[in-house]
């Protein structure tokens, strides 16, 4: 018995020393996550139109041969979905301007938020190691490696290299994020993991005695309608960018051919 009280009791001391350390890296993971997903929430209301007229719909599904989603996110779990992440993507239009302070286009806003965000969880990953449980520093870890969300080989940093390559190049491409980036559903859901991580270490830390903790995202706002949002690609500018793509196609296969009969 004695034992097992000093077992105990050091395990309650350990607990007391560490709960500060614990609340600090609560808070870094806490706005991480609540970062995205503000960013997301924000994107989604400057450029999907909620309800989408008729024609956009009609439009939108001849452009890629599926149904675009026309739900609007009521949680954090719907805002990080691939449909919801698809629908952003295909009605954002690069060259408008998001509302931010001071002002300039998704093509420079997109690379600056994810750079903010890597660097947020490389702090996390340099400060809190052996205070997060395990699985929580790699899903840390993942958001900024492999196929994660934030890393440079699959992240909204490529953007900025595939512009620059195509004005290199002369290659024309619509100017919606659809042509310029992708992920999956597996990095989307290591946000949500973070999150409902925060969630729980929230009550936890309370339950020890921890006060004036900030609360993780437990919602998002609630989404006005609105069918022509500012920053949605409108129809007619992206016709007039697949019409330039197709010139430029057609153009190329005609210099192939040519050069082949050449030869």
């Not at 992240?155 to 290659?171: C, N, P, T, V």
């Not at 500018?237 to 082949?260: D, G, H, M, P």
């Amino acid at each position: 018995m004695t034992v097992v009280f000093v077992d105990q009791l050091i395990r309650q001391q350990e607990l007391r020393r560490t709960l500060p350390l614990q609340a600090a890296a609560y808070e870094d993971v806490r706005m991480l996550t609540t970062r995205i997903i503000q960013f997301w929430e924000s994107a989604f209301a400057q450029t999907v139109p909620r309800p989408a007229p008729s024609e956009i719909i009609q439009f939108w599904e001849n452009v890629y041969k599926k149904p675009v989603s026309q739900s609007v996110p009521l949680t954090v779990n719907q805002l990080l979905s691939l449909e919801t992440i698809d629908a952003i993507k295909t009605y954002l239009d690069l060259d408008s301007q998001p509302s931010v302070a001071p002002p300039r286009t998704w093509w420079e806003w997109l690379p600056e938020q994810e750079q903010e965000f890597r660097t947020r969880a490389e702090r996390i990953l340099e400060r809190h190691t052996g205070i997060i449980e395990p699985q929580v520093y790699a899903l840390v870890h993942q958001l900024i490696s492999g196929s994660g969300l934030l890393h440079p080989d699959t992240g909204m940093q490529l953007i900025k290299a595939i512009k620059q390559s195509d004005q290199q190049e002369g290659l024309p491409r619509t100017h919606n994020l659809a042509s310029y980036w992708g992920t999956t559903t597996e990095a989307l859901n290591t946000v949500i993991k973070l999150n409902e991580w925060c969630i729980e270490k929230k009550r936890f830390l309370e339950k020890q005695g921890m006060s004036g903790l900030l609360n993780p995202a437990l919602t998002i706002n609630t989404f006005n309608e609105n069918s022509s949002p500012k920053c949605m690609i409108v129809p007619n500018r992206f016709v007039q960018q697949c019409l330039a793509v197709q010139a430029y196609r057609e153009q190329l296969a005609e210099q192939t051919q040519q050069s082949n009969t050449g030869m």
